[in-house]
């Protein structure tokens, strides 16, 4: 019964098309797109046991590269169904961009997520693929065995019309990816199925909604909230990234970074609200981050891989 409700709820939005026809790039990092995902537990009798929400807003610079802002927040529902009511504020969670001449999107994770690492630029997606091709360059297949692209068409999801690329792993189906979209997994969560008794979960991707007007969140147009000064990646390699807030200012402010010892070893005064602080030259270890907002001092640990 489980999962044939589940089956009627997915078929409300997902109304695959088995047919190949020609178009141009859906790009994926588009302001005001929402994804909503939904973890199940299998061995419960309820379809959903835990909701988060994607929340596509707002560009950055990293390297001279344009990327989209993803932030993310949970939710949780009365009857696991729509509507769905938010439970934590937005953070900022990761940065998209789409490759639209290789038909490819990238992202750099502000958190490492299971098999895909934080502060880099990551190829999450793979949409030049054909059938017999192998998606094992992905970051959402990493750690799950071969992926070969099957079937290629094009189908209505979410009540978009794009193309789909069904994935298919070394003992079932894992998915299927959608262009502009996303993935039947979600957005940036790994692509397996359940197979057997060993997996108790699966993951989903149950709703997408352009333009932030998404009928299945309560207040879904209220925007995130203006977020403090951010430091990222942590752990560092080469560059730090110190994005301050878009509402406020930065004329007379001022970073400042230590080493361990408390000695002062490199500053500079913003120039836009977007800094990048070489450390390819520093030893590992761990350092202080002080920036002024031209009121008050934030400090932020730092660590040097």
């Not at 009511?85 to 998209?96: D, G, H, K």
């Not at 094992?136 to 999801?157: A, H, K, P, R, Y």
């Not at 070893?265 to 390819?280: A, E, L």
Request: charged share 20%; with cysteine.
């Amino acid at each position: 019964m489980k999962k044939f409700l589940l089956s009627i709820t997915l078929a409300m939005v997902l109304l695959p098309c088995k047919f190949i026809t020609a178009q141009d790039y859906r790009p994926m990092a588009v302001d005001s797109a929402q994804w909503i995902v939904q973890k199940d537990d299998i061995q419960t009798p309820w379809i959903g046991d835990d909701f988060w929400e994607y929340y596509a807003l707002g560009d950055t610079l990293v390297d001279e590269t344009l990327y989209k802002k993803i932030y993310k927040r949970d939710l949780e529902t009365d009857n696991h169904y729509p509507p769905y009511y938010a439970v934590s504020p937005y953070t900022l969670f990761a940065l998209l961009r789409d490759d639209i001449a290789a038909k490819r999107v990238y992202a750099i994770l502000l958190e490492s997520q299971e098999e895909c690492p934080a502060g880099e630029d990551v190829l999450f997606y793979d949409f030049s693929l054909s059938t017999g091709d192998t998606a094992n360059q992905l970051c959402i297949t990493s750690g799950i065995g071969d992926v070969i692209i099957g079937e290629v068409g094009v189908g209505v999801f979410f009540g978009i019309s794009t193309r789909f690329f069904e994935a298919q792993g070394a003992y079932s189906p894992q998915g299927e990816l959608y262009e502009g979209i996303g993935s039947s997994h979600g957005l940036f969560e790994l692509m397996f199925t359940p197979f057997k008794s060993r997996y108790i979960f699966e993951v989903s991707l149950i709703f997408y909604c352009t333009k932030g007007d998404c009928p299945y969140i309560v207040s879904s147009n209220t925007m995130p909230a203006p977020i403090g000064t951010l430091v990222y990646p942590n752990p560092a390699k080469n560059l730090i990234y110190v994005e301050m807030p878009e509402n406020g200012r930065f004329e007379n402010s001022k970073i400042e970074l230590y080493n361990i010892e408390g000695r002062l070893i490199y500053h500079t005064t913003p120039v836009s609200f977007s800094t990048q602080i070489p450390v390819q030259n520093l030893s590992s270890g761990l350092y202080l981050l002080r920036v002024w907002d031209g009121s008050k001092w934030a400090g932020s640990k730092v660590v040097k891989e």
